[in-house]
């Protein structure tokens, strides 16, 4: 008994020793005391404290830049080219940037460490973007894995963005995440509707996010959200549409879609809408109203893998076996697609085949 | 009974006839993960070696003068884990913050090598043979060198092989296990030189 208790003792002594140690250590050598932050050439000066990643501290001042990944450099959209200051480039940053980035100093803002004053360069419009305080007022099951979740926002009141575009969404700490995370989902709802957007959230199985969103989210909440993001938006022009959604790949496409309606764009359009079966369609009566509001557009709903009680007899499959089945010449046509990469790999591929462009092929991955 | 091996026959022995990987199979996970390419298989076994010395001179320290003391060599197992756990993540962040170069080289690499039973296996096997300090060291140097020149050939010949018709399902860690297996038999050529523990 003596020896165990003695033994636990001495083994708790070795370890609080170590872990003192360990956070003497943090505070002393990960301390590099006030840096200054110089952005576009003296546009913004910001003074901040050293030792935090580059997209936490610009996040920390307000100046949001876009990232899906939450910071764990697996995403690659945080780049931003850094003139003086970043230390040498790291192996986890060279898979996700090419040789003209490598060149002009572009860096993945999450791997890059604020140790010294820096030197940076990013796009104006991450200076629109901006946090908003929201209130859940809606929280609707779309299908058994979909949620909607309708916020208001409270300050600032009003968001300005393209349809199309993804907001980031900030889920605190809580059981299932040590850490506080962001997850980037696309607007659902119409641009003219200022003062509240509509997420579109699919569970994901063990996804941090996702899972804090379907289980501990609830009706009046306040939530915290920035943005908006990201190159996904309806191009002008005359060219017919292609519409390829997946899932929750439908949200930025029905954006796009009541922006066609609110401003009178009369183009032939033709979504495809792909999912498992008849109970994973959802947002059908809107498409329906829709429908009735755009002249030339059409709506093929396609299931992969319908059940014997959907007494289904529209088109089966892949959402883009249905496309080649219907798109034999597609070199006038522009495409807009969204959902998971395995899909929009296969449909890059295919429309490319039927004689698209690549300039005119718009897609935004869901990872 | 202390050891009777001189300290630069253990050091060559953990080398050649008593390499850690190849005669014990120790440290095979990152072993076969980062043995794709040359460079970081080349900083691996280097953060592998740096490691593997330091931590067996402070397990010398922390086993004879705290565990054998108390009685409490039966914990020896958790105990070497947290000081090699500890040892680690002090390194990396003094690596980070004073050579920032060094860290592209090496630094990034030390998370993955905290829980390498490599590591940890050196440690032990000093216990089990009764090493002195200076035995230690040398077992230690010698055996973190033994992982870094066979790390070092397996991404060689990985390298090479690449271009190599594998069969389809031998592909990736298939046909590097009978790599590492070849490699192991080869080495086994040396055995006989020396007889350790």
């Known amino acids: ?367 | 009974m202390e050891s009777s091996l001189n300290a630069p026959v253990i050091f060559f022995a953990s080398i050649f006839t008593n390499n850690i990987l190849l005669a014990n199979f120790l440290g095979m996970c990152s072993f076969l993960a980062i043995s794709r390419e040359l460079p970081s298989a080349v900083g691996l076994g280097t953060a592998v070696t740096f490691v593997m010395t330091c931590t067996t001179a402070l397990n010398y320290l922390v086993y004879h003068y705290l565990l054998v003391p108390f009685d409490l060599v039966h914990f020896r197992f958790i105990a070497f884990i947290i000081v090699i756990a500890a040892f680690v993540q002090l390194v990396e962040m003094l690596i980070d913050r004073y050579s920032p170069r060094f860290y592209v080289v090496l630094g990034v690499f030390l998370p993955l090598i905290t829980v390498n039973c490599a590591i940890l296996g050196v440690c032990l096997f000093m216990v089990i043979r009764k090493y002195n300090f200076i035995q230690s060291v040398a077992y230690g140097f010698g055996g973190g060198l033994g992982w870094l020149l066979a790390i070092t050939a397996l991404a060689g010949i990985r390298e090479k092989i690449k271009k190599a018709p594998i069969p389809k399902a031998l592909e990736g860690p298939g046909i590097s296990l009978i790599v590492a297996g070849l490699m192991a038999l080869s080495f086994m050529a040396f055995s006989g030189m020396i007889h350790v523990g």
């Open chain 1, 1 to 367: 008994m003596g020896t165990l208790v003695l033994g636990l003792l001495t083994l708790s002594g070795l370890c609080a020793l170590l872990a003192l140690l360990l956070e003497a250590a943090h505070a002393v050598f990960t301390d590099y005391g006030p840096c200054r932050i110089s952005i576009n050439d003296g546009a913004k000066e910001l003074s901040v404290k050293g030792g935090g990643r580059l997209l936490g501290t610009l996040m920390d001042q307000g100046i949001f830049i876009p990232s899906a990944c939450g910071g764990r450099g697996s995403c690659g959209l945080c780049k931003v080219r850094v003139l003086e200051g970043g230390g040498p480039l790291l192996p986890t940053e060279t898979p996700y940037l090419n040789a003209e980035e490598t060149a002009n100093g572009t860096r993945l803002s999450c791997q890059v460490r604020v140790r010294t004053n820096i030197v940076i360069h990013i796009p104006e419009a991450f200076f629109l973007i901006k946090e908003f305080r929201t209130r859940v007022v809606g929280l609707r099951p779309l299908t058994p894995s979909i949620k909607e979740v309708h916020l208001k926002l409270l300050d600032p009141s009003e968001i300005v963005f393209k349809p199309g575009q993804f907001i980031q969404f900030y889920v605190p700490e809580y059981a299932g995440s040590p850490e506080p995370v962001y997850r980037a989902y696309s607007i659902a709802s119409p641009a003219r509707l200022k003062s509240e957007i509509k997420l579109v959230i699919t569970r994901v199985e063990r996804g941090v996010a996702t899972t804090y969103i379907h289980t501990l989210l609830k009706e009046g909440q306040e939530v915290r959200i920035n943005g908006p993001y990201g190159d996904f938006y309806l191009r002008p022009s005359d060219r017919e549409m292609i519409m390829i959604g997946t899932g929750s790949g439908l949200a930025p496409l029905m954006s796009i879609l009541y922006q066609m309606a609110d401003e009178g764009i009369d183009r032939p359009c033709t979504l495809y809408f792909g999912v498992k079966s008849r109970a994973d369609l959802f947002y059908q009566e809107e498409i329906r109203e829709l429908a009735q509001k755009l002249p030339r557009f059409r709506y093929v709903p396609v299931l992969s893998q319908p059940l014997p009680d959907d007494q289904w007899d529209g088109e089966t499959g892949f959402v883009t076996d249905a496309v080649a089945r219907d798109v034999k010449d597609g070199s006038q046509m522009e495409a807009y697609l969204c959902g998971n990469p395995l899909m929009i790999d296969a449909a890059v591929k295919l429309l490319t085949q039927r004689g698209l462009t690549e300039d005119r092929i718009f897609f935004d991955k869901f990872n």
